[in-house]
Structure formats: C-alpha cells, structure tokens
C-alpha cells in the first residue's frame, strides 16, 4: 500500500512539475493524486467496480481541488489535473490497442469499451463535483443574505 501511495504522489507531482505548476503547489498537486488513488485502491480493493471507483475517486479529486485552489489561490485545474494523472486508465488503453494489432477483437472490445467507461467515469465525477461546489456555493450565499 505505502507503494502504491508513494508511486501515485510522485507521478501526480511529476505531471506538475512537467506542466510548470507553481513551485508551492507541487506538494499539493502530489497529494491530491495521492487521496485520489488511495480511495480507488481501496475502492478496487473491496469489490468495487473499477468505473465506479473512477467515478467516486475523481469526485473527491475535485472536491479537494477547489478546496485547496480556494485556501491558496491558485487555479482549479492545477490540482485537478495532476491529481486525476493516476487514475488514467492508460495500460488498459495499450493492452486494447494490442489486442486490435493481434486481431483478437472479442477482447480488444472489451478492453476498449472498459477503458471509455472509466474515461467517462473521470470526467462526470468532476462535473458531478463541481455541480456540488455549485450548490454549496448557493446554500453559503443564502445563509450570508439572511444574517445581513
């Protein structure tokens, strides 16, 4: 596990340092990569499906990446971004495209078709958050204009 943690820390802030994110949010790009794929891992690990681990994984991604774009701010899309890098479905997409260059289509299909799903996963868990931040918002602003 401490492997695991430790490899998805250094590739989500490596993805930082290459995309020249800010010297101080290089750390927080890391951990943000770090909780994401801490929750899909133990997600997996506890007989949830893949896409649906994508999908909660990517939420909470996002979740705390507003939250820390907020507290320093900086851009939401630093922390987004390089926190999403391990839950890329990357050696799932190259074993698809190595099926379809073998002619083994039945598991090419597959492999694709799975790899599209936690695509899909990712990006509506980060639309799903930021519709939450949204409400969230809305809620706080409601509750300011009443004590004013």
């Known amino acids: 596990?401490?492997?695991?943690?430790?490899?998805?820390?250094?590739?989500?802030?490596?993805?930082?340092?290459?995309?020249?994110?800010?010297k101080q949010a290089i750390v927080k790009c890391?951990?943000?990569?770090?909780?994401?794929?801490?929750?899909?891992?133990?997600m997996v690990e506890n007989t949830f499906d893949a896409v649906f681990a994508s999908f909660?994984?990517?939420?909470?991604?996002?979740?705390?990446?507003?939250?820390?774009?907020?507290?320093?701010?900086?851009?939401?899309?630093?922390?987004?971004?390089?926190?999403?890098?391990?839950?890329?479905?990357?050696?799932?997409?190259?074993?698809?495209?190595?099926h379809f260059v073998l002619n083994d289509y039945n598991v090419a299909i597959q492999l694709a078709a799975k790899v599209l799903f936690i695509a899909g996963a990712i990006a509506m868990g980060i639309i799903f958050s930021e519709v939450f931040n949204q409400i969230v918002r809305n809620i706080q602003l409601k509750i300011r204009k009443k004590h004013v």
């Not at 943690?5 to 802030?13: K, M």
């Not at 890391?30 to 133990?42: A, R």
């Open 30 to 42: 890391g951990f943000v990569g770090m909780l994401g794929w801490m929750i899909y891992f133990f």
């Open 1 to 22: 596990m401490l492997e695991q943690l430790v490899t998805s820390f250094i590739a989500s802030s490596g993805f930082g340092i290459i995309f020249n994110a800010p």
């Open 56 to 98: 909660v994984a990517s939420f909470f991604i996002a979740i705390v990446s507003y939250y820390f774009a907020r507290r320093y701010k900086t851009p939401v899309i630093i922390f987004t971004v390089g926190g999403m890098i391990p839950l890329v479905p990357g050696g799932l997409a190259y074993n698809a495209m190595r």
